[in-house]
């Protein structure tokens, strides 16, 4: 034990300690130069060839919800008396899944309306009050399945993506390799409606997905906040009927444009821009990797 605390004062202005966060192998082996190059090559060959503009271009996924707001614990800290010996604050462990399927888009709007998918067949009245344009779907468990995703593309996405088309020209929809994604209607409809689908490489949504970097973090934490605002005031925890209002508020919140706008720029989509990753990102491929692997920087 002294040996490391005196080695971590020794190196305290290199090294710091901390939790790292878990990286699947799959991840870590698919996030590699030439997977990521290739990536980046591919995306500027099919702007540059069809003159497609920026703000043609969209960046899609789903984003699961659960109805009491999720059990991971914030930040925030809050005063209790030095008497008192439980210290708990009111906490719903309701789990029920709820699936989202939004979107962005390269000029920080997030103007195409989303698709709730709620587990079950009941509607509730409530649902529809927000907007007209959301969709709401339901399934057997609250996941997205090829009917719900080609739904959402056909009803919300190619429409509204359509009215924002000034340019006239194809847009393009970022999406990673979900099956839901890229059935066969998903497919002859782009084609029909001038979308190019452009799915991501395997595994590497971590670094290239735009709304996992960016927006849906923001998003977790609002909803988290909405749920925990709801349980605080009413002394009772979120309803369903409910949950389409409160993440439109949470949706608001988080699906700033400075967020959108950054979320594209780290993923480096936004100017292909590959450089915008280190070589530390890389780092975890390199032990996994056959080749040698060096950035097209490297003398």
């Not at 991840?27 to 060839?49: S, W």
């Not at 989202?100 to 009245?125: L, M, Q």
């Not at 959301?134 to 959402?152: K, P, R, Y």
Request: charged share 20%; aromatic share 12%.
């Amino acid at each position: 034990q002294s040996w490391i605390r005196n080695f971590k004062k020794v190196h305290a202005t290199e090294l710091k300690t901390v939790r790292g966060s878990g990286l699947d192998p799959k991840r870590a082996q698919a996030f590699n130069y030439k997977t990521v190059h290739r990536h980046f090559k591919c995306l500027d060959e099919l702007l540059k060839e069809k003159d497609i503009p920026w703000e043609n271009v969209y960046n899609m996924d789903e984003k699961g919800i659960q109805v009491g707001g999720g059990q991971k614990n914030t930040q925030e800290q809050y005063f209790f008396s030095r008497e008192d010996r439980m210290m708990y604050r009111q906490k719903s462990n309701n789990l029920e899944l709820v699936t989202i399927i939004d979107s962005i888009c390269t000029d920080g709007t997030a103007n195409i309306p989303p698709c709730f998918i709620f587990k079950g067949v009941r509607k509730f009245p409530e649902w529809m009050e927000v907007d007209n344009d959301i969709l709401i779907a339901t399934s057997e468990n609250g996941w997205t399945d090829d009917q719900c995703g080609f739904e959402w593309f056909r009803q919300c996405f190619i429409s509204h993506a359509q009215k924002q088309n000034t340019s006239g020209k194809p847009i393009v929809l970022l999406f990673d390799g979900h099956g839901s994604h890229i059935s066969e209607g998903w497919i002859d409809l782009a084609l029909a409606n001038k979308i190019l689908l452009f799915c991501l490489p395997p595994h590497t949504t971590h670094h290239l997905q735009p709304l996992d970097i960016g927006c849906f973090g923001p998003l977790q934490t609002a909803w988290f906040n909405c749920c925990d605002t709801v349980l605080t005031e009413t002394g009772e925890p979120m309803e369903l009927q409910y949950v389409v209002k409160e993440y439109w508020e949470a949706r608001k919140v988080s699906f700033k444009e400075s967020t959108i706008l950054t979320s594209w720029q780290k993923s480096g989509i936004q100017l292909l821009n590959p450089s915008v990753f280190s070589a530390s990102d890389f780092a975890p491929s390199i032990p996994l990797s056959i080749k040698n692997q060096l950035p097209e920087s490297f003398p």
